[in-house]
């Protein structure tokens, strides 16, 4: 408060040199790489050196409607690169773009070439503008599954998992040596949720009824000879054409500049004291652990699943929330949840703590590009959950078990001895499999955590058990499934999410959301961990350490979820 009339004063100069000149016509954007839906939070000084910051959804939303507000500026050129983006996040985008249109303001798509991905993105703008001897690629959508069993027994290894159900089938590409019926059953029923999704996009932007949008995808793809023929894009020409085909201004073809050419000049809104109520975020990203969050220094060259993920801790996640339920400027909490779950006990401890915020003020669960299994037993506290239509949800179940490692010793000739005092005491050790014993010990656990599970998703819910069986059992489904299934409440991402928690609160719409940070002196009752091991490997083994360490497992499976 004592820094705002030196930010108002900073304002008013800035003001006036942004007001000599003018922006760009048009604003191109180049998106080259995923969206993470919020900003990465701040790294330690050193590694800030190491990591190149990324461009988010929410970061770019601002930066659309700073240019909606700008009447100098026409509109937006996306620059389309094929990279992977999961559905909920292309519909993020998507949104983003729908809004900027509705400003008036006009949006185009060019890229080289189109894949499934940016195409059904180019189908929320005005124009789709392909480069000569592009291309539009084979339109769908497909998942390929890995199954190591009989590849694992080779070098004598083997794993020994108990699931509740064949749906809950994370363990699959371990255990088993080809899909099963229950696997390629959800997969199924998952793509074509979002092919549909797809097969909607085109019918509207291209102004065609759904049959005729399903035939245009299945006879893809599109050469540049053809497409503008067959009305797959609008023009073919090269990107130094686009100044020209834009339009002139003055007898000359209009400017087109980057955003920090273009923001150098933009008018901004004078500062506003951060008084008064607010509603906060929080997030839950990554693989659920037992510990505290973390995310690798620098992004290693190959992606580990599960182990090399971002994760987040119930140590880090149950401060921050006591700090918010403790808050009282924090009148409304909306909780941004991306991940495919982990350690039970995590995610218990990660709940019990949401419910305290619940209890409390408003809290709204914002659902990412997948939020199962742990990562739905952590939205349950809210009063009200949003999905995108492609984010994957549900995943209700629990499994445990180990990977199973005597015969590799055995085949390396390495003798392995164990001395053990107490019954079941090695029963996790991964020298054997379990005995007819011990599985039925891990069976009774893992029956109890799921029914637990299932219960509080019924009281959660407001369902009776009985109606949330059958779509519990470990089975993933899309957020529009989901909604049909009443897991979810809303389709939407985080914008609508914000304006529930203000509806909610009673607050205006012009009430800020802003992003809690962990309280700098930690909340008792305090638990020393280790620190975690520098650099990325070091990471991957502490995730496996990790993941060993939790009882059970409520994990989503791997699913596919990027779009190229």
């Not at 969206?35 to 770019?60: K, N, Y």
Request: aromatic content about 6%.
């Amino acid at each position: 408060m004592l820094l705002f009339p030196f930010r108002w004063l900073w304002w008013l100069v800035s003001s006036v040199r942004r007001s000599i000149g003018k922006p760009p016509q048009f604003v191109v954007f180049v998106l080259e790489e995923d969206l993470p839906t919020l900003p990465d939070p701040p790294r330690p000084l050193w590694q800030r050196f190491a990591a190149r910051p990324r461009l988010s959804v929410r970061e770019l939303g601002e930066r659309f409607e700073a240019i909606a507000r700008d009447a100098r500026i026409k509109g937006v050129v996306l620059h389309l690169r094929s990279v992977g983006m999961p559905m909920a996040t292309l519909q993020d985008i998507r949104e983003l773009v729908l809004e900027l249109r509705r400003s008036g303001k006009r949006v185009l798509a060019w890229a080289p070439s189109y894949t499934t991905g940016t195409y059904y993105l180019a189908c929320a703008c005005d124009e789709i503008l392909l480069m000569p001897a592009g291309m539009i690629a084979p339109l769908g959508f497909a998942s390929t599954g890995a199954f190591l069993a009989d590849g694992l027994a080779r070098f004598g290894l083997s794993a020994d998992f108990i699931q509740v159900s064949p749906y809950k089938s994370a363990a699959d590409p371990l255990t088993k040596a080809r899909m099963t019926p229950e696997f390629r059953e959800q997969v199924t029923w998952l793509l074509d949720s979002q092919h549909q999704e797809m097969v909607r996009a085109v019918a509207e932007a291209r102004m065609l009824d759904e049959a005729v949008a399903r035939e245009f995808v299945d006879c893809s793809p599109y050469g540049d000879d053809v497409a503008v023929e067959k009305h797959a894009v609008d023009r073919v020409l090269t990107e130094e054409e686009l100044p020209a085909h834009l339009g002139r201004e003055g007898g000359a073809p209009v400017a087109i500049g980057t955003w920090e050419r273009a923001e150098r000049k933009m008018r901004t809104p004078p500062p506003r004291l951060r008084l008064g109520r607010h509603v906060a975020l929080m997030r839950i990203e990554g693989i659920i652990v037992d510990g505290r969050s973390g995310r690798l220094p620098v992004q290693p060259p190959v992606e580990v699943p599960l182990v090399g993920e971002e994760r987040a801790g119930d140590l880090s996640v149950v401060q921050m929330a006591r700090q918010v339920a403790a808050d009282k400027r924090a009148a409304a909490v909306v909780l941004f949840v991306n991940s495919r779950g982990g350690s039970s006990t995590a995610s218990e401890a990660m709940r019990h703590a949401l419910r305290v915020v619940a209890s409390r003020k408003p809290l709204v669960v914002v659902m990412g590009a997948v939020a199962g299994s742990g990562g739905y037993d952590v939205a349950t506290p809210g009063s009200w959950i949003v999905a995108r239509p492609g984010t994957l949800t549900g995943s209700i179940g629990v499994l445990g078990g180990k990977i199973v490692t005597g015969s590799l010793w055995a085949k390396l000739l390495i003798d392995r001895e164990t001395i053990a005092r107490g019954r079941h005491v090695t029963m996790n050790n991964d020298e054997a499999p379990y005995t007819d014993e011990e599985r039925e010990i891990v069976t009774r656990e893992i029956d109890r955590l799921y029914r637990g599970f299932v219960d509080v998703v019924a009281a959660s819910r407001k369902l009776p058990r009985d109606m949330v069986e059958p779509i519990a059992q470990g089975k993933v489904w899309t957020g529009r499934q989901a909604l049909e299934h009443k897991l979810v409440d809303e389709l939407g991402g985080l914008e609508a999410g914000i304006k529930k928690a203000r509806e909610l609160a009673g607050l205006p719409a012009t009430a800020p959301a802003r992003e809690a940070r962990g309280p700098r002196r930690l909340v008792p009752p305090l638990v020393e961990t280790a620190a975690p091991a520098a650099g990325w490997f070091g990471y991957v083994v502490e995730g496996i350490r990790l993941l060993n360490r939790a009882p059970a497992l409520a994990v989503m499976e791997y699913l596919p979820g990027e779009l190229t």
